[in-house]
């Protein structure tokens, strides 16, 4: 029903910046909330940064400061600018949509995306 492609990961050097972007494509209506989780090997998913459909955005603590969510509701994507990036931020980084209105107005809890690899080293 709902299809969430991540892009932008990549190989960079510590200090260095990346984007991500996370495009919904079906029948939507709306996504209340997108938002990005990430998850090292060995460890479990953990949320990063969401973003309400009105724009007010969550931040994990460790990327406080350094990280910046921000969406585009008419394309129904989602970004993740991420700057001074630290080997600690390696790994697969998930985009996920949250309480997604269809068009013929059923609605969905969630939706994940394929996963897109952000790998920080020298």
């Known amino acids: 029903q709902v299809q969430l492609v991540e892009s932008g990961g990549g190989l960079v050097q510590p200090g260095g910046s990346l984007r991500l972007s996370c495009a919904a494509s079906?029948?939507?209506?709306?996504?209340?909330?997108m938002g990005w989780y990430r998850q090292a090997p060995g460890g479990q998913r953990e949320l990063v940064a969401r973003?309400?459909?009105?724009?007010?955005?969550d931040y994990a603590d460790s990327v406080k400061e350094r990280f910046t969510i921000s969406r585009d509701n008419a394309k129904n994507t989602v970004y993740l600018q991420m700057n001074s990036l630290k080997p600690l931020d390696t790994a697969v980084y998930y985009c996920?949509?949250?309480?997604?209105?269809?068009?013929?107005?059923?609605?969905?809890?969630?939706?994940w995306g394929q996963g897109t690899q952000v790998t920080v080293s020298s």
């Open positions: 973003i309400t459909i009105g724009g007010n955005p």
């Open positions: 079906g029948s939507i209506f709306s996504i209340a909330a």
């Open positions: 996920n949509a949250r309480d997604i209105r269809l068009s013929w107005g059923a609605t969905i809890g969630g939706a």
